[in-house]
């Protein structure tokens, strides 16, 4: 290759110290933004070439949002920060002894210090088989796969003529009424009822069954009381069915079987618990509840030199002992005190006080013009200042201004019109998986015949 | 079924003639625009739930817009007109003795007037096992597979240490030096020379060579000469290398061979000759040059009873004997056109004056701030003025208040940044696209188990 081609590398660096950090989310990034000044090599290892605003990923599964609107490319963050490298790739790995981590494909990437961020995965209760029977919403593309499957199941419907298939596909059901069940639930019911329902000859998309089934008695538990019913109440008043204390006891491609009742649907969308990415493996680390990694009050990994980890994957608890949750602003907390760990530690100075967690409260959105809002005390909200506190905060956290105009643009335009923007069926059709399919040929290609002369 | 789900039934209308039209292009749609009045039932047939604005596509495929921004679902279009009902199939074929349209896995569809309006495909000169080495350009699912691949190929070239596999990586090769062709290799150029050319630290994007191969002799034949001049030196200056006169002789997976020269890439962008979509084949009727279906000065189809077609899946000359373009107006004037003879037909009224292409003139986007105008005699734009005017008239003729506000604001957000707000490397996890293969199933299905009591 002509020299022109490479400028300096960051994975040989002219001594100083590396920095390793694994996924490019909430507390990932936030250790990067730590260490703008640090002293030192960083590289951000991510499976896909982008960060993704996962609180908004449910109105990418919904129409409302494009995929663009809620993801940023990691390197575009970090244009104006030479120390920081970015590579797309998978870590099958790690190796403490040489301070190593193996991604697939790629030399072993070297480290001084690495940061775990990788966070969670939706776990199935022992039943991994019914993964092939239902959605998840973690990624962008499982809120693409999502979002086909739903417009498709009203396309199939209205040119089928057996009934009983046009009821199926008719049905949707959530399984888990945490914050990503209440917001899908009411979404799709809204999709159905207002934005579909004109749109159709044959059938009546405003006679979709939507059911929500939530094993536990009440929806949004960790929400006060008050807030829970408000949301149950709201989701019904939009024509959701929401079965508390229905557990899921079967997922196949019938549907599911919840509560005793055989719930015949196309679109079963999982999202009942999670579990930490299994990175207490990779390092052989102790594992918590739900296998989060255990990190002491630095984040720090106990028994390895230079290993820490924030967000999802990890387990701590507070001071009462309650495991601290899987949200974002744990994860970025976290991330935020892993930076000035390391960065106290690279120019020599006495560490932090410990980690502590500042609860700010917890939102969700129910539905137009309604969420939930818990700000700890005695502050609730309900409808819609509570939705309006719901919107600021997220297009606050929204990054880039370009997302933040077009996701506030595409609400206004929602809110007026009940219209949804991305209604779009995309890749279902098998041909087109095999474009994408060429893409593995060129990502493990290499030229079989002698380069030209 | 309970009846609460069908409303009434446009494929079992109440006497009025049924019109279908295949296709939900320029010209499919303007048939239905121009019967919005008839006292017909309408069905729209697509293959997909939206009507795609191939103008823009080259602008998904290099990241600069979203797929929503350039398409709207069909039955959207349709919500105010309740004798106009949308079907998402596939055609499978046509009788045309007992007047039914063949669509896969439904009930055939019977028509009393048939509209085919399906548009055309890349031809591979009689190499089709080319098409398994590159990518083409008529969907939104193929624009999505080459923006993936395209920025997938910086992100592993990032990652890899082979010289000849890196250099490979970072070349592109364009075979056709038509709009699409140009205005390809000129946004894949400000792509890698402006948008990344910061964001890595191991490659310099602007190293990246993109080749544009053109078998005639100059860029944008049916351009006046100095337009065409201009697109060449415009992309030179862009850092694109144009090769007139090479004709490709081989396509494979390790780049093309073109005008005798072996080019490594990893990427392959055939833009080369369309063909019409085979419809002549459905219906059995003569096909002129490049296998459009020949059509008289009414657009029907000779020789058959109430069918018709308009637009690129058509063969049809101008008064000099000249075959009319595959171009959008030709289309759209076409479709008017059908509508207005099929509203006479069904009112009893004398048919209009035969069909006359009114040839407007054409535009084409070189790059940033260029493209070239040809408005007929002596009108010649090139540079920032045939740009203003490629912009308003696309934004002109986009669907969709929403869609032109957002392509506006993209436009000058990359105008003024150099960014392209969606910059996704989507679909390319084997594990995901087995997400999409579960849909497969859901289109499939009928449910096993009896149905619960």
Redesign the interface.
Known sequence: ??T????????QPRGLPRIVIIGAGFGGLEVVRGLNLAPAVVTVID????NLFQPLLYQVATAAL????I?V?V??L???M?RV?????EVTGVDTDNKLVH?K???DIPYDHLVLATGSVYSWFGHDDWA??A?TLK????A??LR??L???F??A?????????????TFVIVGGGPTGVEMAGAIAELAHATLA???????PN?ARIVLCEGGPSLLAGFPDKLSAYARHHLEDLGVEVKTGAQVETVD??GVVAGG????A??VLWAAGTAATPVAAWVGAETGKGNGIKIDEHCAVPGLDGVYAVGDCTYMEDAAGHRLPGVAPVAKQQGAHVAKVLMQRLIGEPLPQPFRYDDQGQLAMVGRSAAVADLGGRVKMTGLVGWLLWSVVHLFFLIGA??R??VY?NWV?AWLTY?R??????????Q??R?????????A?????P??A
Chains 1, 2 share one sequence.
Do not use: C, Y
């Open positions: 290759m002509p022109s081609t490479m400028t300096h590398d960051p994975h499976k896909t070439n982008h494009a995929p663009s609107d993801a490319p390197r575009s970090f244009t104006d030479p490298g970015t590579l797309m790739g991604v494909g790629v030399p092939r029977h959605f990624t962008l593309d499982q693409l796969a086909s499957s417009l498709a199941a396309e199939w209205e040119s089928r003529t057996d009934p009983d298939e046009i009821r199926r596909l008719l004109r749109d159709f000859r044959r059938i009546r006679s491609r019938d009742e055989r719930i015949f196309a679109n370009r997302n105009i077009t643009l335009w219209g923007g991305a209604r779009l069926i995309t890749a279902i059709d098998p087109v998986r474009d994408f399919a060429h893409l593995d040929e060129i990502a290609h290499r030229p079989v015949l380069p030209a």
